[in-house]
Structures are given as C-alpha cells and as structure tokens.
C-alpha cells in the first residue's frame, strides 16, 4: 500500500469512545502503534487495495463501516 495515496485522505478516521491506556503496560514508545481505522474489507477488495491503491474501495458509493455490504471488486 502506498500512504502517500490521496484516496487514504478522503478514508474517515477511526472514532474511539476513549483512549486506550497502555500506561500500565511494559510498552516503550517504540511498541506503540497509533490505530488510524478499521473497517471490514471482502479478500478481493484486499487484493485491489494492494495492486491498485485504496482509491478502489474508498471511492465507492457503499457504506465502508457496513461488515454485510457487498464487494466493491
């Protein structure tokens, strides 16, 4: 996937209820990672995104937060 892709600005972000504390955890700075989005994908939208970019799918009609949506590709 290349980050630097448009379509990645145009995908809605992630909303949490709350922040996640690892403040307890043996975690350094360096393990944690900053969770931008999740979203259900169908294995051939999986594939498309990789070869072509996520402008396949996120520049779609369908709802991406929808796990029952049919495919885009």
Known sequence: MRSGDQAW???PALAL??????????ATPEDLVRI?????????????????????VWDS???PYDPARPAVV
């Open 9 to 11: 600005a145009r995908v």
């Open 36 to 56: 931008v989005g999740a979203y259900p994908i169908h294995a051939s939208e999986r594939e498309a995104i990789r070869s072509r970019g996520p402008a396949t």
């Open 61 to 63: 009609r369908g709802d």
């Open 17 to 26: 209820p709350e922040a996640i504390d690892l403040a307890d955890s043996d």
